[in-house]
């Protein structure tokens, strides 16, 4: 059975970033199952696992435009301290929730001084070249329910 659309497939991978050094890994858990062509995955990463069947391995490098999109500048914004009054020891690295027009947005905190606090609203994978280490470890039909809710359906979950 091959990859496409509206197949549930399940994968082993490691992201690493241009210099090796590992971002995520599915190593150590059970295999990432995620429902084909409905954009769960990153795009570049969907296109290269479509038409792959159980057992095969791949490597996908992902620029950035079909990753996590270039870092944007603009999503930096320097707001004052005083927005933090109630944020005890803020630091730089620190990441919170901020509702706006597109829905839950993670902004991190990436300068302080005295006065002032630089959040950036880029995904933290932004502007990154991405290598995927892929191995297709099954790929099944879809069931009804998974359709609907337009994702997978791991055994024993029920959401
Ligand atoms: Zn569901």
């Given at each position: 059975m091959q990859v496409s659309k509206n197949m549930v497939v399940a994968i082993?991978?490691?992201?690493?970033?241009?210099?090796?050094?590992?971002l995520d890994t599915s190593d150590g858990n059970d295999p990432l199952s995620y429902l084909h062509g409905v954009g769960n995955l990153l795009p570049g990463l969907e296109v290269a696992l479509e038409g792959k069947s159980a057992g095969q391995q791949?490597?996908?490098t992902i620029?950035?435009?079909?990753?996590?999109g270039e870092?944007?500048?603009?999503?930096r914004q320097t707001v004052s301290?005083?927005?933090?009054?109630?944020?005890?020891?803020i630091a730089i690295g620190m990441q919170f929730q901020v509702d706006d027009d597109d829905g839950d947005t993670v902004v991190t905190v990436v300068e302080i001084d005295d006065d002032n606090v630089t959040l950036d609203a880029n995904h933290e994978l932004a502007g990154m070249t991405l290598h995927f280490d892929v191995t297709v470890r099954e790929v099944r039909e879809a069931t009804a329910e998974e359709l609907e809710h337009g994702h997978a359906h791991e055994?024993?979950?029920?959401h």
């Open positions: 082993d991978y490691t992201l690493t970033d241009v210099a090796g050094e590992i791949l490597q996908v620029p950035p435009s079909q990753g996590y870092r944007n500048e603009q999503l301290r005083e927005n933090f009054a109630d944020v005890d020891d055994p024993g979950c029920d």
